[in-house]
């Protein structure tokens, strides 16, 4: 029954910006924490950002300064602005959310991922 889409994904030039979305929709009973990973080509996935139901948020050291993570609980949505993007930036990204669905216990659910390519 859970369901996390992405969007906002695409093509952007080095140094312009990119805000990626993900609901989370279905019989959720809690969200703990929200997050966004990637997986470049031949990589394995990285963690970019996470960010807790109170708002604390981690940040991978590549994207410190230039990503921004937030979440608006009311709608079951986590963000990731993404500034002053670089061509190593490029993967799909993944959402991530930490929850209690009505029928199961915590666990991690993942989204389709969405495509970011930053072209030099």
């Known amino acids: 029954q859970v369901q996390l889409v992405e969007s906002g994904g695409g093509l952007v030039q080095a140094g312009g910006s990119l805000r990626l979305s993900c609901a989370a929709s279905?019989?959720?009973?809690?969200?703990?924490?929200m997050g966004w990973y990637r997986q470049a080509p031949g990589k394995q996935r990285e963690l970019v950002a996470t960010?807790?139901?109170?708002?604390?948020?981690n940040y991978a050291d590549s994207v410190k300064g230039r990503f921004t993570i937030s979440r608006d609980n009311a709608k079951n949505t986590v963000y990731l602005q993404m500034n002053s993007l670089k061509p190593e930036d490029t993967a799909v990204y993944y959402c991530?959310?930490?929850?209690?669905?009505?029928?199961?216990?915590?666990?991690?659910?993942w989204g389709q991922g969405t495509q970011v390519t930053v072209s030099s």
């Open positions: 991530d959310a930490l929850l209690v669905s009505v029928s199961d216990t915590l666990r991690h659910y």
């Open positions: 960010i807790t139901r109170g708002g604390s948020t």
């Open positions: 279905g019989s959720i009973f809690s969200i703990n924490t």
